[in-house]
Nanobody, 118 residues
């Protein structure tokens, strides 16, 4: 079975940094686009950043210049480096990817909580 597992969340003070990781495991032939989403309390899930298999990236306007998405294809891992965090970044962060494997399809991780507070 294919699964995605996020890690790296936690409590950080405003202005601080965190690095999230998401590892895909299971019967995987190839991973296409990978994404980070987040869902704040009482709000809908929103796209934070995405990266293609070739390394092209896109970001939500709210995180441009502060967050950086990257991936290590050899490790089936996507990262989200988050700098200059503010309380509005508090949310559960989810990894999403389209995986060619057994079975193929879109997969979600269970999320990792990021809390920005003094």
């Amino acid at each position: 079975q294919v699964q995605l597992v996020e890690s790296g969340g936690g409590l950080v003070q405003p202005g601080g940094s965190l690095r999230l990781s998401c590892v895909a495991s299971g019967s995987i032939r190839r991973i296409d686009d990978m994404y980070w989403y987040r869902q704040a309390p009482g709000k809908e899930r929103e796209l934070v950043a995405g990266i293609t298999s070739g390394g092209s990236t896109n970001y939500a306007d709210s995180v441009k210049g502060r967050f950086t998405i990257s991936r290590d294809n050899a490790k089936n891992t996507v990262y989200l480096q988050m700098n200059s965090l503010n309380p509005e970044d508090t949310a559960v962060y989810y990894c999403n990817a389209y995986i060619i494997g057994n079975p193929s399809g879109g997969y979600w991780g269970k999320g990792t909580l990021v809390t920005v507070s003094s």
